[in-house]
């Protein structure tokens, strides 16, 4: 039996690229067990490498029996160069898994009118966007992905070829890795 057949994900549908970085990334979200979550990857994904978002189908579903979809990039380009997504280092991985299972942790608390005026708001507006952000960082963040988090925010902001204008959104509407830091440090003021 193979290690991945040993670990159960119980209503989660994982690729095996990227199985063990799930897995870690949902281990620190408990709460999450029981949801349904599909991690899909997919062909071109506008202005981001992965994106969560509830199942169409679910979205006015019990909040209990909804389902979500994490949809991955399987192959970003930067620049002239086409980087698949395995190639990404595993903690970048985890942290980035860790900020989209932050969303679905947001999710989970809306009413699927509440998701639908979250959708048009994400889309319109950009002070929306920076708080729907911050609050699956800080979702991450407390559930102990900081250090992930820290390292993906590192690694698209010093990736020497990642475009300037997607390092610009990044740092208009993500938290950065200094602030980053204050979250983990109020959660752990040792």
Known sequence: ???????????????DAIW??????????????DTPIEFKFKKNIKKSFMQAQPKI???FKKRKNRGY????????????EVFDITAVPSEVLIGWLGHELGHIMDYRERSGA???WFGVKYLT??????????????????HGLGEQIIATKNFIIN??????SYKDRIQELYLSP????????EISPD
């Open 1 to 15: 039996m193979k290690q991945k057949d040993s670990l159960k994900f119980n209503n989660k549908i994982v690729p």
């Open 20 to 33: 063990r970085e799930a897995y870690v990334a949902l281990s620190h979200y408990p709460e999450l067990k």
């Open 57 to 59: 189908g679910g979205l």
């Open 69 to 80: 979809l994490v949809f991955i990039n399987e192959k970003f380009k930067i620049e002239d």
């Open 114 to 116: 509440d998701l639908l």
């Open 125 to 142: 507006s950009k002070n929306y966007i920076k708080e729907a952000e911050k609050a699956a960082d800080t979702y991450a963040v407390n």
């Open 159 to 164: 990736h020497s070829k990642l475009s300037d």
């Open 178 to 185: 200094e602030e980053i830091m204050v979250l983990i440090d």
